[in-house]
């Protein structure tokens, strides 16, 4: 399933469920009391995204989503538009469904540690031209192609907007975004643009039964690391448009299936071609007969604010507690 979509100037991303050397959630019984806590770590290329850490609170106690031009104060459609800098939150387990995409604006943090909070059977998140946002903890399912219209993006302006693709988070032109899960990078073959593009993905579990694209990359630095992959159906990662795609300290443990056994995919060129794209597999741990293909030179020096990798022995406690984690109150997380 194609979760994100990316068209990009200055994105900086990194996902995850947890750090082993800024631990921001585990074992804490105060989350509550201190959320922004989670907003000291980022690492990787997402490092410094702080979100709305300098705003206020703000409660989502509305899970309606009826008037996309002049959203209701109290719901999440209300608080995403808003100025200022804001923390997120939510009074209660909610499912909101979005009759049309939700627009964010700059330095926000939707946080929903503590509910369950369901985005779901209905448009998606979209994040257009703006920067420093921390989405955290929410559930995004069963997302729909959905009809556009007129969508207030800002408490400035609204407009046309056309029909939303059905990812669960889109991502367009922003810089300084971490969010929990994302799995394709670069919106097609043709936009160069997304050279530029570099991203962190870090301390994950990708579990059975997932089929492939974890992550598509195209173009742009990839840095791949401390992650689970755990008998997926077709391959785990795959690349296009001569990505650089560095794979460190994971474990991939392969199917019992002979022809499910290949880490990577390369049949979007011939090798001719991707033979000369950097794609590099550093202290990974294969097991059950999976192969990383590796092409390209091996690279020294990569760019800054990389995360760096524990061996692939140690995937298994690293990503532990991969997934929304279950907060509740004077509890720990």
Request: hydrophobic share 40%; net charge positive.
């Amino acid at each position: 399933m194609e979760t994100s979509k990316f068209s990009l100037l200055f994105f900086y991303v990194i996902c995850l469920a947890i750090f082993p050397t800024l631990n921001a959630n585990i074992g804490h019984f105060d989350h509550e009391k201190n959320r922004k806590r989670l907003a000291d770590c980022a690492l990787g290329f997402g490092h410094g995204t702080i979100g709305g850490k300098d705003g206020k609170i703000y409660v989502v106690k509305d899970s309606s989503n009826n008037d996309l031009v002049n959203p209701k104060p109290g719901t999440l459609r209300h608080a995403a538009i808003q100025k200022e800098p804001l923390w997120i939150i939510f009074y209660r387990s909610m499912n909101i469904k979005l009759h049309a995409e939700l627009m964010l604006t700059d330095n926000k943090t939707i946080d929903a540690r503590g509910a369950n909070v369901n985005i779901s059977e209905g448009a998606q998140i979209t994040l257009q031209y703006v920067r420093n946002i921390i989405i955290h903890g929410l559930h995004i399912h069963d997302i729909k192609k959905c009809s556009g219209g007129l969508i207030r993006d800002s408490m400035d302006h609204y407009g046309v907007r056309a029909m939303s693709d059905g990812d669960a988070i889109s991502v367009f032109g922003s810089t300084h975004i971490w969010i929990d899960h994302v799995l394709l990078f670069g919106v097609n073959d043709s936009y160069s643009g997304d050279k530029i593009m570099q991203v962190s993905l870090a301390f994950n579990h990708f579990g059975k039964g997932l089929i492939q694209r974890m992550p598509r990359c195209r173009w742009g630095f990839f840095h791949i690391v401390n992650k689970e992959y755990t008998h997926w159906l077709m391959y785990a990662i795959v690349g296009s448009q001569q990505p650089t795609i560095i794979s460190q300290g994971n474990r991939f443990v392969a199917s019992p299936n002979p022809n499910a056994k290949e880490v990577t995919k390369k049949d979007y060129a011939p090798e001719s071609v991707w033979k000369n794209w950097n794609q590099r597999s550093e202290g990974d741990l294969m097991v059950n007969g999976a192969f990383f293909v590796q092409s390209g030179k091996s690279i020294a020096k990569h760019p800054k604010a990389e995360i760096t990798a524990k061996p692939g022995k140690a995937v298994a406690s690293l990503t532990r507690f991969a997934g929304p984690l279950k907060c509740e109150l004077n509890k720990p997380c």
